[in-house]
């Protein structure tokens, strides 16, 4: 078997590079730390696949595989700050019931998000976030 030409990239590899350069640019626009590197990634793949593409007759890849365009009327900016009831086993009597956290991600589940706590450091799914976009700008 002939060794691969490295400048004969494929469509998967161009896609990858393409996927892996918007990653990057997202995690250093909104200051977020390299490590939700595959939360960005996931996300950019996520809206990839909910963008129109003019190969496609100018539809998107989940409408062209399911024959149904997408709702995209829960898109948020990336890194933007989001705020979410903390449940009252989970805090002392005295602390605050709002928690802030990062988004950072989709889930196919409606209106189920995953965000960064940076106070853990840790990435949980949410419901019913409270988004504050203005601070992502």
């Known amino acids: 078997m002939a060794p691969r030409n490295p400048h004969q990239n494929g469509v998967a590899d161009r896609k990858n590079i393409t996927i892996l350069g918007a990653t990057q640019g997202m995690l250093h626009d909104q200051g977020l730390p390299l490590h939700l590197w595959a939360e960005a990634c996931n996300t950019m793949v996520y809206l990839h696949n909910r963008s129109l593409h003019h190969i496609l007759g100018m539809k998107t890849p989940k409408e062209d595989f399911s ?4 709702d995209v009327a ?18 002392k009597k005295l602390e605050s019931t709002i928690e802030l956290g990062i988004f950072v991600g989709y889930i196919d589940t409606t209106h189920n998000y995953w965000v960064y706590l940076p106070t853990s450091r840790r990435t949980v799914v949410y419901r019913d976030l409270k988004f504050d976009e203005q601070k992502a700008m």
Do not use: L, Q
């Open 67 to 70: 024959h149904k365009r997408p």
């Open 74 to 91: 829960h898109f948020r900016i990336f890194g933007s700050s989001v705020y979410f009831h903390v449940t009252k086993d989970a805090h």
